[in-house]
């Protein structure tokens, strides 16, 4: 079961910011991962469950969060139906983000007041998922279609919240391009937590990184 609300996870993504995405097989490892991003101040994470037996990991990392790491909300991506949408809300997940956008998905997670977040890339798209209740709105894949994508949606839809997946890095240029254009948060996975980082296991360096970023996170958005 969640442990914080949509509207708690909601507010999460507004303040930091960023979220860091991360999947790896081994146990050990994420929860080494996941408490650097923690120690640099990351106070969510969204596990992109691709790999075989992912959620025996992400039930392993949760349990691991709730016990060491307080305040540190744990996600899931690469959801791609509600039955899986089901089994991590039931490993304790507490947003689900889905690289497309899925009714099916929406009523699972609207049943338990778990935010979910569907990648969209066409405003019928986006206008549909607030139609079924979502908070914010994944762009997927954000590389290609850009910060002027965010700031055209914006234009006749003010009130949506976007969340660029994919494209982001941890430099002041391209932060500020997204969050200039209108971006509520960033999602940013292996321009943060690199291949090296983890072939190195050089977790003090991935927690100065995440330190760093979330510092020009808050420098471009002016706070």
């Known amino acids: 079961m ?6 708690e996870v909601a507010q999460a993504m ?13 146990i050990d490892l994420s929860k080494k991962v996941l408490k650097a991003c923690y120690d640099g101040g990351a106070r969510l994470m969204e596990f992109t469950a691709r790999g075989d037996f992912a959620h025996e990991v992400f039930g392993e990392l949760t349990k691991y969060a709730i016990k060491e790491l307080p305040g540190m909300i744990m996600g899931v991506g690469s959801v791609t139906d509600g039955a899986a949408a089901s089994l991590y809300m039931a490993l304790g997940a507490n947003f689900i983000v889905t690289p497309v956008l899925r009714e099916d ?3 699972a997670c609207n049943r338990k ?6 990648g969209c890339g066409s405003l019928t798209e986006i206008a549909r998922a607030e139609e079924l209740g979502c908070e914010i709105v994944k762009l997927f894949p954000g590389d290609l279609y850009g910060p002027k ?7 006749p839809q003010p009130w949506t919240s976007i969340m660029p997946t994919g494209g982001v890095s941890p430099d002041e240029a391209n932060l500020k391009g997204w969050f200039d254009a209108g971006a509520t948060c960033v999602g940013m996975g292996s321009q ?5 980082i983890i072939a190195n296991k050089d977790y003090a360096k ?11 996170v808050k420098k471009v958005r002016g706070f």
Do not use: C, N
Request: avoid cysteine.
């Open 2 to 7: 969640a442990q914080f609300s949509r509207l």
């Open 14 to 26: 507004k303040d930091t910011g960023m979220i860091p995405l991360f999947f790896h097989g081994d």
């Open 105 to 107: 998905i929406a009523i």
């Open 113 to 118: 007041k778990v935010l979910w977040s569907p």
């Open 149 to 155: 994508f965010i700031k055209g949606i914006k234009g």
């Open 192 to 196: 943060l937590i690199s291949k090296e």
């Open 206 to 216: 991935l927690e100065q990184d995440v330190k760093d970023a979330l510092a020009i």
